[in-house]
């Protein structure tokens, strides 16, 4: 091969090379992300998305894109957020944070992996845990079955309490269901329930403000995505009004809350992640069961405890999978 040939060679391809490059980059699978709220309040949560797709051999930037899409808490956008999704050339659509519903409503084809803090069957997600059968499948939490067994382990701790406070975020589509648990579960025990309602930052501190003046012994935090954003001004309003409360995730615990009850958060969103992957590889969502929690931490902080001067009862004590010192 003469000089000049073997030069022109080498320019073909230099010029093929990045053509290739971007061809693959171009066929690179994309993800799309929705959410009710934001990416600060839910890096936790995402980082364990994250954890399941690497799981799944998948890493974001290498071979897999993801869109993502915040609401900020202002869930009245999800629907449009939703469907801009399903109007872009995405494989799939992972809808946490309240934004399953929107995501549903957006597409009937694109593949859904969801989280769900109600009956999925209920809402029209699935048509059964075990064979979802249409273009979604996911992760419940079962956080309105779980808002009695929470107020149980209050009154392990506050036997004598003569009201008990239930925080409830009324424009979240699961909280009906988690206020008539707890009242059913209340009913049950004689209990009486005082509902605060809050949808708002200012909200949230207005129904702590009133929690004296209505002589509230103790708060359950409603299971919502947006009173998990505002985890961190939940603990410092327990903490300023000197209120006993109880959440469903570790990390409200961990951020200063008295205690939590209820499955891990963190590892329902890995599995979401595990599932992402598994769709992006050709499994169907209606073949993939809905992945119910089967283990519930209660974890107590001790700290907060003595703050209150609370005495925790050695049977809950031995009980809690973590207690935080």
């Known amino acids: 091969m003469k000089r000049r040939e073997f030069i022109t060679l080498l320019g073909g391809v230099a010029v093929a090379w990045p053509l290739a490059a971007r061809a693959q980059q171009a066929a690179m699978p994309v993800i799309g992300f929705l959410n009710g709220q934001s990416a600060t309040e839910f890096a936790h949560l995402l980082a364990a998305f994250h954890l399941g797709l690497n799981q799944a051999g998948y890493v974001e930037g290498r071979n897999v894109a993801i869109e993502y899409r915040w609401a900020e808490g202002r869930m009245d956008t999800l629907p449009a957020l939703a469907a801009e999704l399903a109007q872009r050339p995405v494989d799939a659509i992972v809808a946490t944070g309240g934004a399953h519903l929107a995501a549903k409503a957006a597409t009937s084809t694109i593949p859904i992996v969801f989280t769900s803090g109600s009956d999925a069957i209920k809402e029209g997600l699935v ?102 954003g505002r985890r961190n001004q939940i603990a410092e309003l327990a903490a300023r009004h000197g209120i006993p409360t109880s959440a469903e995730g570790r990390d409200f615990a961990e951020g200063g809350l008295l205690m939590s009850y209820g499955p891990s958060i963190t590892d329902i969103y890995r599995q979401v992640g595990i599932y992402t992957g598994r ?32 005495s925790i009862p050695d049977k809950l004590l031995a009980l809690a999978d973590e207690v935080i010192e």
């Open 127 to 228: 048509a059964s845990f075990n064979r979802p059968g249409g273009n979604a499948t996911g992760a419940t939490v079962l956080s309105a079955t779980l808002v009695a067994k929470r107020l149980a382990i209050v009154l392990e701790l506050i036997p004598r309490a003569a009201l008990i406070g239930a925080l409830i975020d009324p424009t979240f589509s699961e909280g009906p269901a988690q206020l008539t648990q707890l009242q059913t579960g209340a009913r049950e025990i004689g209990q009486q329930i005082h509902v605060l309602n809050a949808s708002t930052e200012n909200e949230i501190d207005a129904a702590f403000a009133s929690t004296s003046s209505v002589h509230i012994d103790a708060l359950l935090i409603g299971a919502t995505p947006f009173f998990r």
């Open 279 to 310: 769709i992006l590889k050709g499994e169907k969502p209606a073949d993939l069961p809905v992945v119910q929690p089967s283990k519930f931490e209660l974890v107590i902080n001790l700290k907060t405890a003595k703050t209150l001067s609370l």
